[in-house]
């Protein structure tokens, strides 16, 4: 694997379901990063992770709850989600304090909440 | 706040034609970034600036930053099929690691 690979691709589920997505990156980076990407909204950064230590959370509401085990790995923990909550999950990570800061991003997860 | 906005949202335009993207932001930042992302992927990184009078070039997009202005434009030349895509410039605050996304420009290009 190379980049950064999100898992599922698509995922489906009830306002009272549990899920947790997925995000591994495969470029030795040491910041990772969660967005939200609604139709028609710009992309919304929600939370970022510096050497697994959180540095920014976006007043994201507490039913979206992230972890970052290593610096390699980061997951969204996701639960009784509402339907507005729908869209596309983009993990991307980057290598700080290294200029250029460019952020690699994976492919996405297309969230659908019924 | 940092706001980050792009002109056109929308574009439509004819193959071999030129034309240019317009990216504003609100507060000093001296990173401006590009991506461009394709319907149902994800975003792939085209350019970064890091200075004023950047200027970036890869095919038929040019890209630059004028800081004392906070603007970037995004330059296409003699467009094809391919270019059709959504465009997004991105700024940083320095000091952080909080990037603002412009709304996006999406960009249709006609055979």
């Known amino acids: 694997e190379t980049g950064v690979t999100q898992t599922p691709r698509h995922l489906v589920m009830g306002m009272t379901n549990k899920k947790s997505l997925k995000c591994e990156q495969h470029?030795?980076?040491?910041?990772m990063y969660w967005y939200k990407q609604s139709a028609k909204k710009p992309l919304e950064l929600m939370f970022v992770?510096?050497?697994?230590?959180?540095?920014e959370n976006n007043s994201v509401p507490s039913r979206f709850s992230p972890e970052c085990p290593n610096s390699s790995h980061l997951f969204l923990h996701l639960h009784t989600l509402q339907p507005e909550d729908s869209a596309l999950y983009l993990c991307?990570?980057?290598?700080?304090?290294?200029?250029?800061?460019?952020?690699?991003f994976g492919p996405g997860t297309r969230l659908t909440v019924t | 706040e940092l706001k980050v906005e792009q002109n056109p949202l929308f574009l439509s335009m004819q193959e071999g034609k030129n034309y240019t993207i317009y990216c504003n932001y609100s507060?000093?930042?001296?990173?401006l970034y590009w991506y461009r992302q394709d319907p149902g992927k994800s975003l792939e990184s085209l350019f970064v600036l890091l200075s004023n009078g950047a200027v970036k070039q890869e095919g038929r997009l040019m890209a630059s930053l004028d800081t004392k202005a906070r603007l970037s434009t995004l330059h296409i030349t003699a467009a094809v099929h391919d270019l059709s895509a959504t465009y997004f410039c991105?700024?940083?605050?320095?000091?952080?690691?909080?990037?603002?996304f412009g709304t996006g420009t999406r960009l249709k290009v006609l055979a």
């Open positions: 991105a700024v940083d605050t320095s000091g952080t690691y909080k990037y603002i």
């Open positions: 507060t000093t930042s001296d990173r």
């Open positions: 992770y510096s050497l697994e230590e959180r540095v």
């Open positions: 470029l030795g980076h040491n910041a």
């Open positions: 991307a990570s980057s290598q700080q304090p290294n200029l250029p800061y460019e952020q690699y």
